[in-house]
């Protein structure tokens, strides 16, 4: 079946502006995690799904960003105000539960660079 | 909150060889640690997995050992290939689901 999902692949934005980028997870899976891919760095962790709510966004950086998940399936996380540290490669993941030791399924990023 | 440091960050090895990437975790409540292949511009694929409550885990020429005392877990790959080349990361989550990856470490093999 299909995968995860991520639009658009690449974003180029100006410093102060507004971004959305969007993730479609595996179809049935309730939980979605949100990492930031920083060149030569591993994934870190910014805020999982458990269906439509926020269970943990303790890595969002600032009040810049937010993600929303309103019907439990597509994603979007936001950033305001857009900077240029914000350049990086996000990173959707699917799980089908969220239950504890559960594989996560990747999609292939949105690299975000800011101007 | 946990923190995983992984090393080496860059290993390289003869077609053939052995390769070994290791990984330590601070959190004793992390029990899942799952090691994932990165190749250039595309997404982390898992690899293999180990939970808290085995020693050891193989799969054809990849295996995992985690030793939950000394908060370490090691990924060993065998008889490399060309084509496993690529940047390895590990992680570790706890029952949250959280992961916390390693900084990655590019493997090169040699033919």
């Known amino acids: 079946g299909a995968g995860v999902s991520q639009t658009p692949s690449n974003k180029v934005t100006e410093k102060g502006k507004y971004v959305e980028l969007r993730c479609d997870p595996i179809s049935g899976h309730t939980a979605l995690y949100w990492y930031r891919q920083s060149l030569g760095q591993g994934p870190e962790f910014l805020i999982y799904?458990?269906?439509?709510?926020?269970?943990?966004d303790s890595g969002l950086p600032n009040d810049r960003f937010f993600a929303v998940r309103p019907e439990g399936s597509v994603s979007t996380l936001k950033i305001q105000r857009t900077e240029r540290g914000d350049s990086a490669v996000y990173l959707c993941?699917?799980?089908?539960?969220?239950?504890?030791?559960?594989?996560?399924?990747f999609g292939p990023g949105t690299r975000l660079l800011v101007l | 909150g946990e923190n995983v440091e992984q090393h080496p960050s860059t290993l390289s090895v003869q077609e053939g060889d052995s390769a070994v990437i290791k990984c330590t975790y601070s959190?004793?409540?992390?029990?899942?640690f799952p090691w994932y292949k990165q190749e250039l511009g595309k997404r982390p694929q898992l690899i293999i997995d180990i939970r808290s409550n085995v020693g050891e885990k193989k799969d054809q020429r990849i295996a995992v050992t985690l030793n939950k005392t000394a908060k370490h877990f090691s990924l060993h790959i065998t008889e490399t290939q060309p084509e496993d080349s690529a940047v390895y990361f590990c992680?570790?989550?706890?029952?949250?689901?959280?992961?916390?990856f390693g900084d990655g470490t590019t493997l090169t093999v040699k033919p």
């Open positions: 799904f458990q269906g439509t709510g926020a269970a943990d």
């Open positions: 993941a699917s799980s089908p539960s969220g239950t504890p030791q559960e594989t996560q399924y």
């Open positions: 992680a570790a989550s706890n029952n949250a689901g959280k992961s916390t």
């Open positions: 959190d004793s409540a992390s029990n899942y």
